[in-house]
């Protein structure tokens, strides 16, 4: 017995949301636009990435080999930036001990007004949502050692500009 198209449930979707305190990933996931006249470049969101990845991914259930290709190359850099991710949040709590010593501990500082995003994206979506939390922990962090004389600013501001240039190569790939 075969069932009408019709009758058939459509693709499934999950919907959640994150909550992030940083302005630097909050622009990860809303993006920006490019405005010739102050010379800033257009950043793609996270919105407007899963929207492409959707796309794309439907092209390669339809068997386009372009397609299949370029979501091998998104789960590579994917890869990728959980791998710098793990360096970074491994550097910094090694810097913390170092400074400070095993007695003492820190706080993430957070947002006095967070912004809290309800997505509903797709699972590559999804998978650089939870890397754009972690971004944000990371930017957290870094700030608070630069606060706390734990990291001198040229050090930090250099390690904050690396991370994002990483977060915005995986959503422009």
Request: net charge positive; no cysteine.
């Given at each position: 017995m075969t069932i009408?198209?019709?009758q058939l449930p459509g693709r499934l979707e999950g919907r959640f949301s994150i909550t992030l305190d940083t302005f630097?990933?909050?622009l990860a996931i809303r993006g920006r636009r490019e405005d010739k006249s102050t010379n800033t470049p257009k950043i793609r969101g996270l919105y407007e990435f899963s929207?492409?990845?959707t796309t794309i991914y439907s092209a390669a259930e339809l068997g386009d080999p372009f397609a299949d290709y370029a979501l091998v190359q998104v789960e590579d850099k994917i890869k990728e930036i959980e791998t710098v991710l793990e360096?970074?949040?491994?550097?910094?709590?090694k810097n913390r001990l170092e400074k400070s010593g095993a007695?003492?501990?820190y706080d993430l500082p957070r947002s006095t007004a967070p912004t809290e995003f309800r997505l509903s994206v797709s699972h590559y979506g999804a998978v650089v949502a939870r890397l754009i939390v972690r971004y944000d922990n990371m930017v957290l962090d870094i700030k608070n050692q630069m606060h706390l004389?734990?990291?001198r600013?040229?050090?930090?501001?250099?390690?904050?500009r690396?991370?994002?240039?990483h977060i915005r190569s995986l959503l422009d790939a």
């Open positions: 009408p198209n019709a630097e990933a909050v929207s492409f990845l360096k970074e949040e491994t550097r910094a709590k007695k003492v501990s004389g734990l990291v600013p040229v050090l930090g501001k250099e390690q904050l690396k991370l994002g240039e």
